[in-house]
């Protein structure tokens, strides 16, 4: 067998970002649009900050927002925006309501007018709610029946005690409760333009598709309460959690780590830190409990990025019999990084994937728009990434090294692990104390 050799890592690209025009209207709506005329189309995202409400009332307008006005049925709605070879849909996260489409770039004034349709005058149908309510909660239910989705509720519940971050899905028998006029108050009360960030990207003029936006969203009421959320708290370690789900096969690993803004200092190298940890398929962690001993399939570790707050999230489903070594094992590869300098190959390695991911974000018109509002919902625009990149492109490993010693040390983690308490107690109380639970707790 002829081993082939790989060849080099070529040059780092500077990355190019496209000019945007932006326009606050007299409403307060921010329009924002860039130029991207790769395919005939247009990406849209309307970005509206939410913040805490009644959590149920809030999912469910996010999933009957666009079930009809006084004019127009969910039908109507969506027959008209396939005319244009357009869509549209809505979708919630514990920030903003965000609603989210495209359509050919012919038909974009079209688009607008049926979003402004939606945003001004959702009436929220009895028949329509009551179809989304029952799928909703059916939806809730398969989730609470899926260690995944226990174990990342168990872990917000930990990172975030009384915030309003700490639960992010309602309970069945809350959103049983809701009713059509709920939604209609709620959406009078937050569905308002003054901080909202509408983004369009494609196949267009820029300046005439802001014209057009005012025109379409001009008129829509500033009326409503301004939304603001407190700060995360800080994390604070506690016992090791451990919550019981007797009879598992698998057992749910999940940490939690600090991190900090984009716009702060230690970002790139916190970035770069992660990916040599857990961020992507040839880092540390996934080479010594995937490929070398076999507990695990698909490791992770990511940056979660939120308007109150930042953390590094990781994450691992682990055979039961292997949870302790594979705790073990992460807490290992947390300390040897936030101990020792990675090696020079290998933070070039991380350096070109963090590269080469930015330049691929925004390489379609859909990626583009999702980065711009996501950027934009944080007070930031695209030419940040530029800046991004740039210091990407500086960071030493000496920097990557003072990273992962303040944010990645194992004893500033707080750790959640789901599965069968009988088999896995024991070997986990070894390696730290633990506070176990049930999973109805």
Known sequence: MTVRTLPALGPNRKLKVPAQVERTLPNGLTVIAIRRPAVPLVELRLWLPFGPAHLARSVLLSQTLLSGTATMSSVQIAAELQTVG???????????????????????DRILELLAEVVTGATYPNDEVAIERDRLIDHIQVAQSQPAHLAREALLKRMYGKHPYAVQTPEPKQVRTVRPADLRKLHA????????????????????AIDAAEQALGGWDTAGQAVELAPVPPLTPQPLLLVDRPGSVQSSLRMALPAVPRTHPDHAALQLANLIFGGYFSSRWVENIREDKGYTYGPHSMIEHSVAGSALVVAAEVATEVTGPALLETVYELGRLASLPPKEDELEQARQYALGTLQLGMSTQAGLAAVASAYAGVGLRVDFLAEHAARLARVTRDEVAAAAATYLAPARAVTVVLGDAERIAAPLAVLAPLEQVGTSS
Request: net charge negative.
């Open 86 to 108: 357009g869509g549209l849909h809505a979708g919630l996260d514990p920030d903003r309501l965000m609603v989210a489409g495209n359509g050919l770039a012919t038909g974009l």
């Open 189 to 208: 009360e937050r569905v308002h333009p003054a901080g909202a960030i509408l983004v369009l990207v494609g196949d267009l003029h820029p300046e005439r």
